[in-house]
């Protein structure tokens, strides 16, 4: 089974501190995805990688900048936290097979809020 | 416009019967994916059921299948035999193109209650 793992299921920082969150795929996936999730809003990509150093911008990703040093952990990183990025971080990964079929497998998400 | 619309605002099924969630798309590619997702409580996206463009046949997954309807595409997820564990969040979502590099574009969800 693809295991899908981030470092933390909540977490409480303040306005202007520096933010990681880490996500980690054990299945030698070389795609992962950033999205956050807000209530009436659905999932919004932010960042996603499609190698090692390799990185795209996503949908929203003013405040944001990501991290992939190793295939399989992919880092979103807020350099100034604001309270507007207070949300639900979801991480992701797939298997590049070139199908329409390929599928994402999530991890637990990561409740943030910043104060 | 938006490219996936769920519009529903929230679905009450009691248990045992069958549920539709409706999810329309928006896309001028003549090959595409699409994707339903479940969101429990406890956070974590599970995938449940995909249908692409080109598909002859309706997807089905065991108590899941989809009502594809290109013409006026929607995509709508059909469950049968609700159960309590049922609810959740459902998203629906869009691939686009194929390719190594293709993105899932989610739609907002819309929150699935099943009654005793």
């Known amino acids: 089974d693809v295991k899908v793992t981030q470092s933390s299921r909540y977490l409480v920082k303040r306005t202007g501190e520096k933010v990681f969150l880490e996500c980690v795929q054990d299945m030698d996936h070389e795609n992962m995805f950033w999205y956050r999730q807000d209530p009436g809003l659905g999932l919004r990509l932010i960042y996603f990688s499609y190698d090692v150093k390799m990185k795209e911008k996503g949908d929203i990703p003013e405040g944001y900048s990501v991290s992939r040093e190793k295939k399989e952990r992919f880092s979103l990183i807020l350099e100034s936290a604001s309270t507007n990025q207070t949300s639900m971080y979801l991480c992701a990964s797939s298997f590049p097979s070139g199908r329409m079929t390929d599928t994402q497998y999530f991890g637990p998400g990561t409740r943030l809020t910043v104060l | 416009a938006q490219k996936i619309t769920q519009t529903q605002p929230g679905m009450f099924v009691q248990e045992k019967e069958a549920v539709t969630l409706d999810c329309t798309y928006d896309?001028?590619?003549?090959?595409?994916?699409l994707f339903w997702y479940k969101q429990p409580s406890s956070g974590e996206m599970i995938f449940l059921i995909y249908?692409?463009?080109?598909?002859?046949q309706n997807a089905t997954e065991g108590r899941y299948s989809l009502n594809f309807q290109k013409a006026r595409k929607s995509a709508n997820l059909v469950i049968s035999a609700s159960q309590l564990g049922d609810s959740a969040m459902y998203f629906c979502?869009?691939?686009?193109?194929?390719?190594?590099?293709?993105?899932?574009?989610f739609g907002k969800g819309i929150t699935l209650s099943v009654r005793p």
């Open positions: 896309t001028s590619d003549p090959s595409y994916g």
């Open positions: 249908q692409g463009s080109y598909d002859q």
């Open positions: 979502a869009m691939r686009e193109i194929a390719g190594a590099n293709s993105k899932l574009t």
